[in-house]
């Protein structure tokens, strides 16, 4: 069974960047598909940024450019970094695991994801 806890969420400043951590823990880190998935208010969950276990990435094209995901491997630890932040950038942000195998391009669908967190909250404004 995989844990995970997202952090580093806030209000930032249109223009602005934050940077969001996403802690593991309960299964073999290194072996999973991780990503970040966001939901506005009264909207779906969309996939925002993928990473497999091999370090392959895919990015939604509403975030490419300004997005960045990673993976610490040695501390169980996801992060996505953010810039440029718009108004539409706003809601709650989910870190999301997997650990069957992935392909080159990490997937970006909800249904995708076996574990997920509770999120944390991002509004720009």
């Known amino acids: 069974h995989v844990q995970l806890v997202e952090s580093g969420g806030g209000s930032v400043q249109v223009g602005g960047s934050l940077s969001l951590s996403c802690r593991v823990s309960?299964?073999?880190?290194?072996?999973?598909?991780m990503g970040w998935f966001r939901q506005a208010p009264g909207k779906e969950r969309k996939g925002v940024a993928a990473i497999s276990s091999d370090g392959s990435t895919s990015y939604s094209d509403s975030v490419k450019g300004r997005v960045t995901i990673s993976r610490d491997n040695a501390n169980n630890t996801l992060y996505l970094h953010m810039n440029r932040l718009y108004p539409e950038d706003t809601a709650m942000y989910y870190c999301a695991a997997d650990p069957r195998p992935s392909s080159n391009v990490p997937p970006l669908s909800v249904e995708r994801y076996q574990y997920w967190g509770q999120g944390t909250q991002v509004t720009v404004s």
């Open positions: 309960g299964d073999e880190y290194r072996g999973l598909c």
